[in-house]
DNA sequence: ATGACAACCTGTGGGC
DNA sequence: TGCCCACAGGTTGTCA
């Protein structure tokens, strides 16, 4: 589900109701997520203060009185802010009270986490990180550089969490459309400037995206329970067989890294 | 070090 | 209508 802009879209829905307010009953009703939510969590974090809500990569951050706790919304999750009094849904796996409203966390397939930021666990998944593709370290000279003697696909290259984060799917293929490079290309054969084209890209179809409110597929929803936008202006993702936007060659696809991937073979080189 | 890929889990949609 | 299979926005861990 969530990319970059679905992440950020969802911290900026839930922060405005969080910030500043106490969390007041902390329910586990599902620990079984990626790893197990620790048992501590019910009681340490209930009567925290949340102090802020922040995004890395595609982790919110939530930082309290009571210690920070690190979240994941893995392939199928939403955080959403509800009326207590509506009924709590199947895979509504934690449920934090914040004044007179309810902030569940919602995950079918169970790919999230829920862990205390300062476990060796969660430090783990943070220590590995590239930078923040809307951060000034992320330039074409930074791609560049660290394609060198990669073989690998520009597509998977751009989706590797040590390179960049935050490029997820739809966004990889978006933005290798953007730039006009073909997802198969070995990355070590992408020259400089055409990198700086690239990031510049990623940058502005992640940007654009946040701005619609994120891209919803199947489900993805805001922290106010909205769809997001995005997906009416996708370029390829998900668009096989139809006529590309700017030749109106039929859009391709074909399976990347084990990934379905989009591509126009006639604007992408 | 790099790359390929299985695994985690449930829901959905298409084909028959 | 129902069954079965393929596939889905992510990431880690394992193995060659």
Avoid at 198 to 224: C, P, Y
Wanted: a positive charge; charged letters at 20%; aromatic letters at 8%.
């Amino acid at each position: 589900m969530p990319e970059l802009p679905e992440v950020e879209t969802t911290v900026r829905g839930i922060a405005p109701f969080l910030v500043g307010q106490r969390l007041n009953t902390v329910t586990i009703h599902q620990p079984s997520l990626r790893w197990p939510i620790p048992a501590s969590i019910e009681t340490r974090l209930s009567g925290a203060i949340c102090h802020q809500v922040i995004r890395r990569a595609k982790y919110l951050i939530f930082e309290t009185s009571h210690g920070d706790v690190l979240a994941h919304l893995g392939m199928s999750g939403s955080f959403r802010l509800s009326d207590p009094e509506s009924p709590r849904k199947t895979h509504d796996h934690i449920e934090i009270t914040v004044g007179d409203l309810v902030l569940r966390y919602h995950d079918p397939r169970r790919f999230g986490c829920f862990l205390w930021l300062a476990d060796a666990q969660a430090q783990a998944l943070l220590a590995t990180l590239g930078p923040e593709p809307l951060s000034d370290a992320f330039t074409g000279r930074w791609l560049y550089t660290q394609a060198r003697r990669r073989q690998v696909a520009v597509k998977n290259f751009i989706m590797s969490n040590p390179v960049v984060v935050g490029v997820g799917n739809i966004y990889a293929s978006e933005s290798l459309f953007f730039a006009g490079i073909h997802p198969n290309r070995a990355a070590c054969r992408i020259s400089e400037a055409r990198y700086e084209h690239l990031a510049q890209q990623i940058r502005v179809v992640l940007e654009r995206a946040i701005n619609s409110g994120g891209t919803t597929l199947r489900d993805f929803v805001n922290g106010q329970g909205e769809p997001g936008y995005f997906q009416q202006t996708l370029q390829v993702y998900g668009r096989a067989g139809e006529p590309c936007r700017q030749c109106h060659t039929p859009i391709q696809s074909a399976v990347i890294g084990g990934r379905n991937s989009y591509f126009c073979k006639v604007c992408q080189r």
